[in-house]
């Protein structure tokens, strides 16, 4: 790994050198864990003496006979002098929750049959761009139980067929990085490098999305790089000190309740990064939607608060880095504020996104069909006001789950009229 290249926030490939990687008949696992004090490795109910390397910060050990979908966790003793077990911050597999820890994943066993797409595939700018953003816990279930999920695997026959019957080209999948709060819908992760084991494995993902792109479905994943989970397994305090997180709640806590990431730091923009370009090359994910930028704009989301330049650098540099290591990826911000050039290339002063979420739009559209039929004449700029702003970037236009959520009601129930009339609009 480029050492120098991790501190000052420049590398894409961290969980490359960083993790468990099997090798043969041994794995090798490494952290990081500047301020730890001392580090253990628990594998098969065996505490291994993980030992301090390179610059003091790095520790790594080598444990044989180590199989795939193996459990470990890493106990630190951490600088604030207490004892903590974390999971690994770049491990490849996390155990459903409520366990949490981490699972060894061997990514050399599946290969794609996807080459003949992937060859092809472009940025949709002038032909139809179709996206169905799907969650895939609730999308559909084999029973009423809570956990009564399809493997990612097993939605290839449910899916594809629907998608095609519908007409849409792509495919958006809502966080699926590990998370330890069903109801979070994935927005509040705990390993940014584990597809959730609630469906299965990485390999039944590889499967899912291999699938996809032999039926001409690209697959969008949506990706937070805001805030992570508070829960004390995951990234909060990892080595005894605020690692990954700012020290202060004023800036540190996000209106969500978990921690903002301190993008002003070159290891929190190291982590992102890899993380981001892990899902784009090892998963063949055709593009990433980013969730709530103007947290990353703003401090905490507040335009009076000023822009967080340095959140700002870190998303133009990223934007910058995947598109030079995936040139036909698609990169879409999920953002609601009005700054500027969130679409324009960084040479010229923007972001670095291919498409933007036009919000705007969308709360206008709903709010003229939920407007009586008979005085509808009266808020046509509803549906026309968006046009005014429209050349600004380059929008999608979404009815996405933020309108069907908290007591918000289905797209269908927002229609003005009673039932029947509700869906003759709809």
Known sequence: MDFYGFYTGQIFDAHQWLGAHIEG????????????KHVELYIHDVAYEMKCIHDGNFYEVTVSNVQDGDSYYYKIWGADGKEC????????????????FSIVRDLKNYNFQDKNWMQNRKIETNGPLNIYEMHLGSWKKKGNEQEDWYRYDELIPLLIPYLKENGYNYVEFMPISEHPCDESWGYQNTGFFSPTSRYGTARQLKMLIDALHQENIGVILD???VHFAVDQYGLAKYDGTYLYEYPHSDVGVSEWGSCNFMHSRGEV????QSAANYWLEEFHFDGIRMDAISRIIYWQGDERRGVNKNAVDFIKFMNVGLKKRNPHCILIAEDSTNFANITKSVEVGGLGFDYKWDLGWMHDT??????????????YHKLTFS????YNEHYLLPFSHDEVVHKKATIVQKMFGNYDEKFAQA
């Open 269 to 272: 923009r190291s982590l992102l």
């Open 387 to 390: 046009m005014m702003y429209f």
């Open 366 to 379: 709903l709010n003229f069909f939920a407007t009586p039929v008979n005085e509808r004449k009266y808020h």
């Open 85 to 100: 077990i974390h999971s690994d911050p770049f491990g490849f597999g996390m155990e459903l929750r409520p366990k949490y």
């Open 25 to 36: 008949k041994q794995t090798v696992f490494r952290t990081f864990a500047p301020a730890a």
């Open 223 to 225: 990706f937070v790089p």
